[in-house]
Structure formats: structure tokens, C-alpha cells
């Protein structure tokens, strides 16, 4: 992506910040937001969540094909949908931004409107509430999202039960379909999916679906279906057996995708590994009482007692994205 103009450090910080903050918008829940010290947020209980996260140029986007859109959406998607797996609404963001010598301002203000975007379509009961602006040798966004439980309990990892539902929220696959179709060396590929490229640079998890479930466990999809499924059994000390047959659905939107991969590369790609091993769609993993599961969540499978996650009746890897390893 191009961005003319002034680099942030021509404009100065003081100028650059302020151009920039001018594109979030207050809430009700903040009370003090950007310039001082530290954001005051009101709260409707004594209790809060908090998550962090980090995304790093080069590992976690490239600005060939990411623009700062992209990169402002896709940083308050990521935390938002840790903050909505808790059950909790989203409140506030405080974003720490690492930036270049060579960054433009016309990026800053870029990422400043996609931070903005995902909050008004994802969580408008959130705000950007405070920040840092810094120079690195690469980009690097470090978000810090708080939710209000609204005088709930939040929802953890280690709350399901033999004999509940496990269901998913949101897509699968779709992202890990994207970021295959942008690194292919094949430059059409990404062209002719858009939607599946729109999911990896922009995902869109359902947060108010996931808010309101009213699930016993839950947890967003970040990392893959298989290993946060695997993360879950885990928690909660039962085993996953999810069924082939309900994730046909998911598999069968990246059919012509994977044929089209499968024929530039002369080789057979089942689009089931998107499905099961990829990540970064940000939707929602979680288990429900038998018959209590809410609109906008699928079942896929169940829980049972034991230890680990099965496929129909084959153990299934903790297979997917780390994100310390080489």
C-alpha cells in the first residue's frame, strides 16, 4: 500500500496525535479518555476483564498487502473477541503503536480510522480511551481491550460438562484460506476470493452473539479449531468429539478456493485443513446445556467425559499457529 504525504516524525507527535485521535469517538462508559495521564472508564460492577495483544510487521502482517486500515481493524477485532469469549462487553482500548522512521501520517490516520470501524461495527459500546506513539525498526501494535462483566460471572475455558453441546460462532477457515490466497505466488488467486482475503485482513467476530450466549465454557478461535478445542478439553478436564459431518458446511464455501490452489500447485490441498488447522477467524468456541444453544452458534460436535479432542472417533492434534515459534 502507498501512503503520500509527511512521515509522522516531519508533522511532529504532538501534531501527528492529534490529527489522529480526532478520528475515535467517546462512549458513555468513558469518563476522562485520551490526554491525560490515564483514561477513567465507568463500570456498572466491581469487576472488569482485561486482555492484551500484540501484532508484529513481518510475522503477524505485511504492509504489501495489509493497509493500515487493515491493521487498525484487524488489532481491535483480535481483542475485542478475547474480551466477548469472557462474556464480557467491551469498553475501552488503549493502543501502544511502534512506528518507523518512514511512516506517513496519512498510515497513522489509516490505522487511527480502522481501529475506529471495527469498534463501530463490532463493539460500539467501545472506545480508544488512550495510548502510546513510539519509534521501532518495524511497526508494532500492542492493544489492551476492558470489558465489563455487567454483574455476570465471566465465562471461563474450564466450565464445560459431559453431556453438553460444543458449538462455534462466527467462520471457520475462511481467514487461513485468505492468508494462503496472499502469499500465493500467484497474484490472481488473492484477487479472485475476495471474501476469503477481507476475513484474514479484516476478521469480523460476532461479539454481542458471543456476549449474550450465556455459555458454560467458551473461547475465541484464534490460534486454530483444533488446538484451542484441545485448549478447552483441557480446561475443563473432559474430552471434545467433534462430528466431520457438521463442519461440511464450513469446508464446502472453500471448495473452489482449494481447487484453485490445488491446480497452480499440481498438488491435491483439502480445504478440511483450513477448516481444522488454521486460524485467525476470531470466532467462538463453546459449550452449552443440551437444547440451550443460542442463534448465531452452530453445534458441531459434544462433550464427553475423558481427555483430549476427537475428529468422529480419531484423536485430533493441538495443531496450529504458534506464535513464538520460528
Given at each position: 500500500?502507498?501512503?503520500?504525504?509527511?512521515?509522522?516524525?516531519?508533522?511532529?507527535?504532538?501534531?501527528?496525535?492529534?490529527?489522529?485521535?480526532?478520528?475515535?469517538?467517546?462512549?458513555?462508559?468513558?469518563i476522562?479518555?485520551?490526554?491525560?495521564?490515564?483514561?477513567?472508564?465507568g463500570?456498572?460492577?466491581?469487576?472488569?476483564?482485561?486482555?492484551?495483544?500484540?501484532?508484529?510487521?513481518?510475522?503477524?502482517f505485511?504492509l504489501?498487502?495489509?493497509?493500515?486500515?487493515?491493521?487498525?481493524?484487524?488489532?481491535?477485532?483480535?481483542?475485542?473477541?478475547?474480551?466477548?469469549?469472557?462474556?464480557?462487553?467491551?469498553?475501552?482500548?488503549v493502543?501502544?503503536?511502534?512506528?518507523?522512521?518512514?511512516?506517513?501520517?496519512?498510515?497513522?490516520?489509516?490505522?487511527a480510522?480502522?481501529?475506529q470501524?471495527?469498534?463501530?461495527?463490532?463493539?460500539?459500546?467501545?472506545?480508544?480511551?488512550?495510548?502510546?506513539?513510539?519509534?521501532?525498526?518495524q511497526?508494532?501494535?500492542?492493544?489492551?481491550?476492558?470489558?465489563?462483566?455487567?454483574?455476570?460471572?465471566?465465562?471461563?475455558?474450564?466450565g464445560?460438562?459431559?453431556?453438553?453441546?460444543?458449538?462455534?460462532?462466527?467462520?471457520?477457515?475462511?481467514?487461513?484460506?485468505?492468508?494462503?490466497?496472499?502469499?500465493?505466488?500467484d497474484?490472481?488467486?488473492?484477487?479472485?476470493?475476495?471474501e476469503?482475503?477481507?476475513?484474514?485482513?479484516r476478521?469480523?467476530?460476532?461479539?454481542?452473539?458471543?456476549?449474550?450466549?450465556?455459555?458454560?465454557?467458551?473461547?475465541?478461535?484464534?490460534?486454530?479449531l483444533?488446538?484451542?478445542?484441545?485448549?478447552?478439553?483441557?480446561?475443563?478436564?473432559v474430552?471434545?468429539?467433534?462430528?466431520?459431518?457438521d463442519?461440511?458446511?464450513?469446508?464446502?464455501?472453500?471448495?473452489?478456493a482449494?481447487?484453485?490452489?490445488s491446480?497452480?500447485?499440481?498438488?491435491?490441498?483439502?480445504?478440511?485443513?483450513?477448516v481444522?488447522?488454521?486460524?485467525?477467524?476470531?470466532?467462538?468456541?463453546a459449550?452449552?446445556?443440551?437444547g440451550?444453544?443460542?442463534?448465531?452458534?452452530?453445534?458441531?460436535g459434544?462433550?464427553?467425559?475423558?481427555?483430549?479432542?476427537?475428529?468422529?472417533?480419531?484423536?485430533l492434534?493441538?495443531?496450529?499457529?504458534?506464535?513464538?515459534?520460528?
Amino acid at each position: 500500500m502507498k501512503y503520500e504525504g509527511k512521515t509522522v516524525l516531519e508533522v511532529g507527535e504532538r501534531s501527528a496525535l492529534a490529527q489522529t485521535v480526532a478520528h475515535f469517538k467517546p462512549v458513555a462508559s468513558t469518563i476522562i479518555g485520551s490526554g491525560d495521564d490515564s483514561a477513567v472508564i465507568g463500570l456498572s460492577s466491581n469487576r472488569f476483564v482485561v486482555t492484551t495483544d500484540s501484532m508484529v510487521e513481518g510475522r503477524d502482517f505485511r504492509l504489501d498487502f495489509s493497509s493500515g486500515f487493515d491493521v487498525g481493524y484487524k488489532a481491535a477485532a483480535t481483542n475485542l473477541s478475547d474480551v466477548a469469549a469472557m462474556g464480557a462487553q467491551p469498553v475501552a482500548l488503549v493502543v501502544a503503536l511502534l512506528i518507523t522512521r518512514d511512516t506517513k501520517l496519512s498510515w497513522l490516520e489509516d490505522f487511527a480510522k480502522g481501529l475506529q470501524s471495527a469498534l463501530d461495527e463490532l463493539a460500539p459500546s467501545a472506545a480508544v480511551v488512550g495510548g502510546d506513539l513510539a519509534l521501532a525498526d518495524q511497526i508494532v501494535v500492542a492493544v489492551t481491550a476492558h470489558g465489563d462483566l455487567l454483574n455476570q460471572k465471566p465465562i471461563l475455558r474450564s466450565g464445560a460438562r459431559p453431556g453438553e453441546v460444543l458449538a462455534v460462532a462466527g467462520t471457520l477457515g475462511k481467514a487461513a484460506a485468505g492468508l494462503s490466497l496472499l502469499l500465493h505466488e500467484d497474484k490472481s488467486l488473492a484477487a479472485s476470493y475476495p471474501e476469503l482475503v477481507q476475513v484474514q485482513l479484516r476478521p469480523r467476530p460476532p461479539i454481542a452473539t458471543a456476549v449474550s450466549a450465556g455459555a458454560s465454557a467458551m473461547l475465541d478461535i484464534s490460534d486454530s479449531l483444533a488446538l484451542d478445542a484441545n485448549r478447552l478439553a483441557s480446561a475443563s478436564n473432559v474430552s471434545l468429539r467433534i462430528n466431520s459431518s457438521d463442519l461440511q458446511g464450513y469446508v464446502a464455501v472453500l471448495e473452489q478456493a482449494a481447487q484453485s490452489v490445488s491446480a497452480r500447485d499440481g498438488k491435491n490441498l483439502d480445504p478440511i485443513s483450513w477448516v481444522l488447522f488454521g486460524g485467525e477467524d476470531h470466532g467462538f468456541l463453546a459449550s452449552f446445556p443440551k437444547g440451550s444453544v443460542p442463534a448465531g452458534f452452530k453445534a458441531i460436535g459434544s462433550v464427553e467425559a475423558g481427555s483430549g479432542v476427537h475428529l468422529d472417533s480419531e484423536p485430533l492434534a493441538a495443531k496450529g499457529w504458534d506464535s513464538v515459534s520460528s
